[in-house]
């Protein structure tokens, strides 16, 4: 199981359930095979929902992410590989 794990690419997912909505569309309900992280915002026309970051938001967002991350990691003890601590 961990080798094909291995050979699928990053978005791999099971398809759980396929059906088509009122008006025509086909949804589907994925489940990843490998953990991923999804960066969402707070949709301007209903509070409740979230929706996917633009290209433009996400080029603003990760490089921020990244850096916040890797000084958590790191105060926790995890010295990450590129010139830190190993």
Do not use: H, W
Request: charged residues 35%.
């Amino acid at each position: 199981f961990d080798t094909l794990l291995q050979q699928l690419k990053p978005s791999a997912a099971l398809r759980l359930l396929n059906f088509m909505t009122e008006d025509g569309k086909e949804v589907t309900i994925l489940r990843p095979v490998r953990p991923m992280l999804l960066l969402g915002k707070e949709d301007p026309e209903d509070y409740t929902r979230r929706i996917l970051l633009t290209d433009e938001e996400m080029a603003e967002v990760l490089p921020r992410l990244e850096s916040v991350c890797r000084e958590g990691l790191e105060k926790a003890g995890f010295f990450l590989a590129d010139g830190n601590k190993e």
